[in-house]
């Protein structure tokens, strides 16, 4: 099975449906469809008893291509490909990015179904399903869709260490449209492991990513900022970018994490910050009143504007 990366670099487990599958799913919305094609017939006979056998005829083609073909077509559309056998058999309808279909796939797939399941009966949509690598007949092909199984144990998600405040949205202007899935998920497995690896090693790999990112988007990393914290922000970048083309723009980074602390990344012999020395109550009591500890000064005389005499 070919892996699904989104625009939040994680892999997507989807798992094709096989063949049996698929094949009762069908039988279950085979049966809904000629059970409604029957109904659809009999109040066709029942209500154009005065009708010549033209219009009859044209008024039977008319119920076949809504029934057989428009009916599937609508219920994917409007279930976003979940039929009711597809339902039954846990089953899914969806685009090869793992997204939800809409209606110019679900009517390339009708049509393309028309030949392969109904006028082949099905014998065309099983060889090309046993071809292919995963599952897919030529009204998938065309269309750009794969049926998925829905019932799968969820993937464990693990959250992305947020960059620290100071680098968020520094780079916007950064082009990311070179840099690959492959290393968009090496980055994200990465950052999402760096606390476990030991301190020499998550930065030499930390480095290598970063040099790797830099040299694809043809801006080299800034001076002074750690290379997991500089693969934070420029991860975030591109999620918040994702999220602004999904939701059709508006303040995409305001349902993200806040920063990091600069401490949260690794950095070459860092050392803690010495802690401050503990305030004793009097120099506390001191503050508080605004004076120290010794004996204070005298106040000075308030001016007058008398001089006394030599």
């Known amino acids: 099975m070919d892996e699904l990366v989104t625009g939040d670099a994680v892999v997507l487990g989807l798992r094709p449906a096989r063949l049996p599958t698929r094949v009762l799913a069908f039988a279950v919305d085979a049966v809904v469809v000629a059970t409604a094609y029957v109904v659809v017939v009999i109040a066709l006979v029942l209500g154009t008893g005065s009708l010549d056998a033209a219009a009859v005829a044209a008024l039977q083609v008319a119920a076949v291509l809504l029934i057989l073909v428009g009916g599937p077509i609508a219920v ?62 030529i009204g998938d092909v065309f269309a750009g869709t794969l049926v998925v199984r829905e019932r799968t144990p969820a993937a464990r998600f693990e959250p992305v260490p947020p960059p620290p405040a100071a680098l968020a949205g520094a780079f916007s202007g950064l082009d990311l449209s070179s840099v690959p899935d492959g290393l968009w998920l090496a980055v994200r497995q990465y950052l999402t492991r760096m606390g476990q690896l030991d301190a020499a090693v998550s930065w030499s790999v930390a480095a290598r990513l970063a040099n790797d990112v830099s040299s694809r988007t043809g801006a080299p990393a800034p001076v002074g900022v750690p290379p997991a914290a500089y693969l934070a922000a420029v991860l975030q970048e591109r999620q918040v970018r994702d999220a602004r083309r999904a939701f059709g723009g508006g303040d995409a980074a305001s349902g993200m994490a806040p920063g990091a602390a600069p401490g949260a990344f690794p950095s070459p012999g860092a050392a803690a910050p010495a802690a401050a020395p503990a305030a004793t109550p009097g120099a506390a009591a001191d503050r508080a009143v605004g004076t120290s500890s010794g004996p204070s000064a005298p106040a000075p005389p308030p001016a007058t504007g008398f001089v006394p005499p030599a």
């Open 76 to 137: 994917e559309t409007l279930s976003r490909g979940r039929s009711l056998g597809k339902v039954a058999c846990g089953l899914r309808v969806v685009r090869d990015d793992g997204g939800p279909i809409r209606f110019r796939h679900a009517l390339v797939r009708g049509a393309v179904g028309a030949v392969e399941l109904l006028a082949s009966f099905g014998v065309i949509a099983c060889v090309a399903s046993l071809v292919s690598a995963r599952g897919r007949r």
